[in-house]
């Protein structure tokens, strides 16, 4: 199938139209007509090689939501004309104990990535949602349910599953006590999911700016981590701490913030972070831990949650020609809170 998106052909070059060729449908595959596409901080790190693993051509895009126009001879789980949505992989083994127990994020021979990486059988580089197209494994296809927008839905298959997915490994629910540092695409989904969820929630950041943003939200209050003071009033009051900053930064302001037995769960920082001070992890009986994207049938569940309590992310929408300005304004931190491409801006004579 041949198709149009946009791509980086290095780390220094602006994203362009690119034509490509989609693999032709597996008997377990199913095709789809991408219809939005949300940016995540992830595309802008790739596209310019910030973590020094990208190949290029890149064709970025792990948030999508479209609709099935084709699908496999085997296929079970979608029709065409299905609403469907892909997050950050598109495949796994299947086969080891992490895929049998539903955690192919942790795949033990490695998921295959949306974008950026290798498909399983072929070896063909992947390509992601800044695209008409998109051919997926059907279990990597996640049904949209009834009541979600679709123009807001797409940020929920990374921002919403990275930070839900830690709110139900750590059991978060009423009377729980959150912290989110940041609110940004990642933070503000935290902030929700975790309101929604009955817990008492407390947004960190360095002022308090953002004070009116995280009550409209759903936040009980905001803590000013540059207020030594009130800093040390919190000592010990969460038991959960989402901390989705996505650049080096120093947690040691946060880990006393835990009581006994509390995480700190790092949800937005690939790579080195500040030298930790381990006095208040030994005393305190405090850890530290990461978090990634959540397996298949955990994203749906986010979904089907989402549907339920009427969760969406707060959302600007961009054609698709706008993708190096919107690229430009997440680095300056210049989005309320998750930029989404309509892809029907964008133009492809060429493609089927």
Request: glycine content about 8%; overall charge negative; hydrophobic content about 40%.
């Amino acid at each position: 199938m041949r198709t149009l998106g946009y791509a980086a052909q290095s780390a220094k070059s602006p994203l362009a139209p690119f034509t490509f060729e989609r693999r032709a449908l597996r008997p377990n595959d199913v095709a789809m007509e991408v219809l939005y596409t949300g940016i995540c901080h992830t595309d802008l790190h790739q596209a310019r090689n910030d973590w020094g693993w990208s190949n290029y051509p890149i064709v970025p895009g792990h948030e999508i939501v479209g609709r099935v126009i084709q699908v496999g001879n085997e296929v079970t789980r979608h029709k065409v004309g299905d609403a469907v949505a892909v997050g950050c992989m598109v495949d796994s083994c299947q086969q080891c104990d992490q895929c049998r127990k539903g955690e192919e994020q942790l795949c033990r021979k490695g998921n295959t990535q949306t974008y950026n990486d290798r498909d399983r059988i072929t070896c063909e580089p992947t390509y992601g949602g800044y695209s008409k197209h998109l051919v997926v494994r059907e279990e990597f296809a996640l049904a949209v349910p009834d009541g979600l927008d679709l123009s807001k839905t797409a940020p929920l298959l990374c921002a919403g599953i990275t930070t839900y997915s830690p709110l139900r490994t750590w059991n978060v629910g009423p009377g729980s006590r959150v912290g989110v540092i940041g609110l940004g695409g990642l933070g503000h989904m935290a902030v929700k999911l975790a309101t929604a969820m009955g817990a008492d929630v407390t947004v960190m950041s360095r002022s308090s700016d953002k004070q009116a943003d995280a009550f409209a939200l759903g936040a009980d209050r905001l803590l000013v981590s540059s207020d030594e003071e009130a800093m040390a009033k919190a000592g010990s009051s969460f038991d959960l701490i989402i901390d989705t900053v996505p650049v080096k930064h120093d947690i040691n302001p946060y880990t006393p913030l835990l009581d006994i037995d509390g995480t700190l769960v790092l949800v937005g920082q690939i790579g080195p972070l500040a030298e930790p001070n381990t006095i208040p992890l030994l005393l305190g009986r405090r850890r530290v831990a990461g978090s990634p994207i959540g397996g298949i049938a955990e994203t749906q569940e986010m979904l089907n949650f989402c549907a339920r309590k009427n969760i969406l992310p707060d959302c600007e929408m961009i054609r698709m020609d706008q993708i190096n300005e919107a690229f430009e304004r997440l680095e300056r931190a210049d989005v309320r809170y998750r930029f989404v491409i309509d892809m029907a801006t964008l133009s492809a004579p060429e493609a089927v």
